[in-house]
C-alpha cells in the first residue's frame, strides 16, 4: 500500500515539476515572437478496483498544449492582409498624388492656365517680340510639366514592378519554410505529442506571408496542410511548395503599348498569370495602384496632351506669321515666303500616337526656331490682328476633350481630384484596418500571451504542489519505517 | 474575465501611442503651416476647388491687365478725338466765316493756309500711335494710315479684346471709319466670333471697295482750294460736310465714352469677384489657428495621460509582491 503511496507521490511531484519547467518556457519566452503560451493538462491515473473500491492512482500528464485558437489566428491573418494592403496603398498613392500636389507649388494647372494668359496677353500685342517669346516660354513649361508627370509616373511604375518582383521572391522563400516546416510538424507529432513550438513557427511564417496577398489554410483529406493564394490555387501543399515567378506578359487583346509589367504565375505556368485574381495585401495594393490609378492618370494626361495639341494646332494653322506674305494677283496671300511657310504652321509637333501623346509633347520645330512663326492674327499682312491668339486663348474654357464635354481644365481637375479621393480613402481605410488589426492581435495576445503575473502565480502553485508531494512521499517513506520497525 | 498578457498590453500601448503621436504630428504641421491643405488628399474636393479658384484668379489678372491695355487705347484714342473735334470746329468757324463774299482773295488766301495748316494737323493726329503701334491703321497696326494725299492705307477691321470671361470690346477706330464720310458704323459692331470652325476665321481678307468716299482730309482739301479759288458757294457746300464729319466724330467720342463705363465697371466686377474667391481660397486652404493650437492642446493632454497610464502598466508586476 505504501508503494501505492510512493507511486502517487512520485507522479504529483513528476507532473508539479514538468509544470514548472512549462512555466519556466513560458517565461523564458514571454517576449519571443509568435511564441503560444502552453499548458500542461493533467488527468487522474489510472483508477484501480480493489474489492469494492475504485481507488485513485495519482496523476498523468495528458498532454503539454500550446493555447491557440485557429479562427483567431485566421482572423488576425485577414486583418494583417488589410492592414497592409491599406498600408501600400497609403504609400504608393501618397508618392502618386504628390505629382499632382500643387497646393505650394506650381503644376500643371497653374501652368496651362498661365500659358493660355499668356496668349491672351499676345492678343493685346501681337506686334511685341518680347510677348512672343513669353508665349513660347510658357509653352516650352507646358511641354516640360508633361513630360515631369510623365516620368514620374513611370518611376512609379518602375519602383511598383521592381517592389512586386522582391515581394515574390519573399513569398517563395516562405513558402519553402512552410513546406519544411510541415514536414518536421509531421515527423515530430507522429508519435500523437504536440509540435507546440514548429506550429508557432509555421504560424509566424503564415502571418508574415498574410501580409502579401490574402491567404486560406486547411487540412485537406490526408492531413496535409495546405496553403493557398484566395482565388487562385494552393501555394504550399504538405511539404511541397509551388514557386512563384514573375515576368513581363503581354495582354491579349490589350491596345495599350507594353511597358513591361510585372506579372506574377506559378513558375511551371509561365503562360497562366494571375496577378489580376490578387485582390489583397501588399500584393493587391502595388497591382491595383499601378493598373487602377498608374495607368488611368497615364490615359488621362496623354488625352489631355493629344487635346491640347490637335485643338491649338488646328486653329494656329489657319493663322498667318508674322512675316511679310507675298499675294498673288488676284489679291489672296500665299502659302509660303521664300519657301518658309508663313501659314499653316503648327504650334506643337503633331502627335504620332494617342497613348505617348504625354512623352512625345513638344513644341513645332518652326515655333522653336523662330517666334514670329507664332501665327496671332487670321489675315496675312496685318499685324495687328489678334484673333488666332484670341481663339486659342479661348481653348481654356472650350468644351473640348471627351468629344466636346469637358474643358482642360475640368478634365485635370477631375483626375486630380479623383487620386485625392483614393488616397484619401486609403488613409482613412488604412486607420480603420489598423483599429481592427491592433484589436485582433490583442485578441491573441490575450488568448495566446504570456502573461507574467499568471505565471508566477503558477510558479507558486507549482512550488506548493511539489513541496506537498515530496511530503507525500517523505510520510509514505515514515509510514514505510514504521511498519520496518515492528520487525525484528 | 478576459486574459491580459504582456503582448496583449505592450501592443495596445503602442497602439494607442502611436494613434496619438500621429494626431499631434499633423496638428504641429497644420499649426507650422498654417495651411489646412497640404496635399490633395487631405480634402480631394477642396484642393480641387481650390485649383479652380486660383485658375480664375490668374485669369482675372490677366483680364484686368488686358482692361488696361484697353483702357490706354481708348483713353489716348479719346484725346486725339476731343483735339479733332477742336479743330474741325475752328476750321469750320473759318468756313462759316468765308462762306459770304464779303472778303477779299487776300484775306482767302491767308485763310486757305490757316486750313491747310489745320488740315496737316489733322493728318498728324490721324498718323498718331502709341509706341510703334498706328491707332487708325486697323490691325495693319505697323501701316501708316494716311499719306501726303490723305489716301487711307489701312484696313477696316476691330481690334477686339477680352475684358472679362466672353466680353470683349474693340480697342481701336479704323480710319475708314473715322475719317470717311460715305457711311457711318458704329464700333460696336464687327465683333469676332470666337468659336474656331465659325465663318469668321474662314473669311477672306475684306475687299477694298474701289471707289473713295470723302474723307475730312478731301473737305479741307477742297475748302482750302475753294478759298485760293475765292468760291464762297463751294465754301456753303462745304459747311454741311464739315458739320457732319464733326458729328461723327463727336459721336464716336460718345462711343468711346460709353466703352470706357464698360471697362470702368468690368474692372469693378472683376475686383468684387477677386474678393469673393480670395474669401472662398481662404476658407478653403487657411487653418483656423484657434481650432489647431486648441485640438494641439487636447492632443498633447491625451499623450501625456497615455504616457502616464502605460508606465503605470509597465512597472507593476506580481513579482513586486511576491518574496
Known amino acids: ?488 | 474575465m478576459s486574459r491580459v498578457s504582456e503582448n496583449s498590453s505592450v501592443s495596445s500601448i503602442n497602439y494607442a501611442l502611436g494613434k496619438s503621436k500621429g494626431k499631434v504630428e499633423e496638428l504641429q504641421l497644420k499649426g507650422s503651416t498654417l495651411k489646412r491643405l497640404t496635399k490633395p488628399s487631405d480634402d480631394p474636393l477642396g484642393n480641387v476647388e481650390l485649383m479652380a479658384v486660383r485658375s480664375q484668379k490668374v485669369d482675372a489678372e490677366q483680364y484686368l491687365r488686358n482692361l488696361n491695355f484697353a483702357k490706354t487705347q481708348l483713353s489716348y484714342t479719346e484725346n486725339i478725338l476731343e483735339e479733332m473735334t477742336d479743330i474741325l470746329v475752328t476750321a469750320k468757324e473759318l468756313a462759316i466765316g468765308q462762306a459770304s463774299s464779303i472778303y477779299s482773295p487776300d484775306v482767302r488766301l491767308a485763310v486757305s493756309k490757316e486750313i491747310h495748316q489745320i488740315r496737316n494737323q489733322v493728318l498728324g493726329l490721324a498718323n498718331k500711335r502709341i509706341g510703334n503701334r498706328y491707332l487708325f491703321s486697323g490691325q495693319k497696326v505697323l501701316t501708316r494710315p494716311f499719306d501726303e494725299s490723305g489716301h487711307y492705307n489701312g484696313d477696316q477691321n476691330k481690334i477686339n479684346i477680352e475684358i472679362n470671361k466672353d466680353i470683349f470690346i474693340p480697342i481701336n477706330l479704323s480710319g475708314r471709319d473715322l475719317f470717311f464720310c460715305d457711311e457711318k458704323k458704329s464700333i460696336e459692331s464687327g465683333q469676332l466670333n470666337l468659336s474656331p470652325t465659325s465663318d469668321d476665321l474662314q473669311r477672306t481678307p475684306a475687299a477694298e471697295s474701289g471707289e473713295v468716299p470723302m474723307s475730312i482730309f478731301d473737305e479741307l482739301f477742297a475748302l482750302e482750294n475753294a478759298l485760293l479759288n475765292d468760291n464762297p458757294k463751294i465754301i456753303q457746300g462745304l459747311l454741311e460736310n464739315l458739320d457732319s464729319s464733326i458729328e461723327r466724330v463727336v459721336t464716336f467720342r460718345t462711343e468711346i465714352g460709353a466703352l470706357t463705363n464698360t471697362i470702368a465697371n468690368t474692372e469693378t466686377n472683376i475686383e468684387k469677384s477677386n474678393l469673393v474667391n480670395e474669401a472662398h481660397k481662404s476658407r478653403i486652404e487657411d487653418a483656423d489657428v484657434s481650432v489647431i493650437m486648441g485640438d494641439l492642446q487636447k492632443e498633447q493632454a491625451i499623450l501625456k495621460a497615455t504616457y502616464k497610464a502605460s508606465s503605470n502598466l509597465m512597472n507593476t508586476s506580481l513579482m513586486d509582491f511576491l518574496r
Open chain 1, 1 to 488: 500500500m505504501s508503494g501505492d503511496l510512493l507511486n502517487i507521490g512520485k507522479s504529483g511531484l513528476f507532473t508539479a515539476k514538468q509544470s514548472m519547467s512549462t512555466t519556466s518556457h513560458n517565461i523564458a519566452n514571454a517576449n519571443t515572437e509568435g511564441f503560444s503560451r502552453q499548458e500542461v493538462r493533467t488527468e487522474t491515473g489510472t483508477a484501480i478496483q480493489e474489492g469494492d473500491y475504485v481507488i485513485g492512482r495519482g496523476v498523468e500528464i495528458q498532454s503539454i498544449r500550446r493555447q491557440h485558437d485557429e479562427l483567431i489566428e485566421k482572423k488576425l491573418n485577414n486583418s494583417i492582409t488589410a492592414d497592409k494592403y491599406n498600408e501600400e496603398r497609403t504609400n504608393q498613392l501618397d508618392q502618386v498624388e504628390e505629382i499632382f500636389n500643387e497646393i505650394n507649388s506650381d503644376g500643371m494647372n497653374k501652368i496651362l492656365n498661365r500659358f493660355f494668359n499668356s496668349m491672351r496677353e499676345l492678343a493685346n500685342q501681337p506686334d511685341n517680340q518680347a510677348v512672343r517669346s513669353v508665349v513660347k516660354e510658357n509653352a516650352n513649361i507646358v511641354v516640360g510639366d508633361f513630360h515631369r508627370i510623365q516620368d514620374n509616373l513611370d518611376n512609379n511604375r518602375n519602383s511598383i514592378n521592381k517592389k512586386i518582383n522582391l515581394t515574390t521572391q519573399e513569398i517563395n522563400s516562405l513558402a519553402s519554410t512552410i513546406a519544411t516546416l510541415n514536414k518536421e510538424i509531421n515527423i515530430q507529432e507522429v508519435t500523437g505529442g504536440m509540435a507546440n513550438d514548429l506550429r508557432d513557427q509555421r504560424d509566424i511564417a503564415l502571418r508574415k506571408l498574410s501580409e502579401f496577398f490574402p491567404l486560406q489554410t486547411y487540412s485537406d483529406s490526408e492531413g496535409q496542410f495546405v496553403v493557398s493564394i484566395e482565388g487562385v490555387g494552393s501555394i504550399v501543399s504538405g511539404g511541397l511548395a509551388q514557386q512563384l515567378a514573375v515576368g513581363s506578359v503581354v495582354k491579349e487583346g490589350s491596345s495599350s503599348v507594353d511597358k513591361g509589367n510585372a506579372e506574377i504565375f506559378f513558375a511551371n505556368r509561365p503562360s497562366h498569370a494571375f496577378s489580376d485574381k490578387i485582390k489583397n495585401g501588399t500584393l493587391g495594393a502595388l497591382l491595383k495602384t499601378r493598373n487602377d490609378e498608374i495607368e488611368g492618370l497615364e490615359k488621362q494626361l496623354n488625352d489631355l496632351a493629344h487635346g491640347l495639341v490637335l485643338s491649338t494646332n488646328a486653329i494656329h494653322r489657319r493663322g498667318f506669321a508674322n512675316h511679310p506674305v507675298p499675294i498673288d494677283a488676284l489679291g489672296n496671300p500665299l502659302p509660303n515666303n521664300a519657301q518658309k511657310k508663313v501659314t499653316g504652321i503648327n504650334f506643337f509637333k503633331e502627335p504620332l500616337d494617342l497613348t505617348r501623346a504625354a512623352e512625345y509633347i513638344d513644341i513645332s520645330d518652326e515655333v522653336k526656331e523662330d517666334v514670329n512663326n507664332i501665327a496671332a492674327g487670321l489675315e496675312a499682312n496685318k499685324p495687328g490682328d489678334n484673333r488666332i491668339a484670341i481663339a486659342i486663348s479661348k481653348l481654356q474654357h472650350e468644351k473640348v476633350l471627351d468629344s466636346g464635354t469637358t474643358t482642360f481644365e475640368e478634365q485635370y481637375l477631375k483626375s486630380v481630384g479623383n487620386i485625392g479621393l483614393q488616397a484619401g480613402k486609403a488613409k482613412i481605410d488604412g486607420e480603420q484596418s489598423a483599429g481592427i488589426l491592433a484589436q485582433a492581435k490583442s485578441f491573441k495576445e490575450r488568448l495566446s500571451g504570456v502573461s507574467l503575473d499568471e505565471e508566477a502565480a503558477n510558479m507558486v502553485r507549482y512550488q506548493n504542489a511539489y513541496e506537498a508531494s515530496a511530503k507525500v512521499i517523505k510520510a509514505s517513506d515514515e509510514m514505510f519505517k514504521a511498519v520496518m520497525s515492528l520487525l525484528p
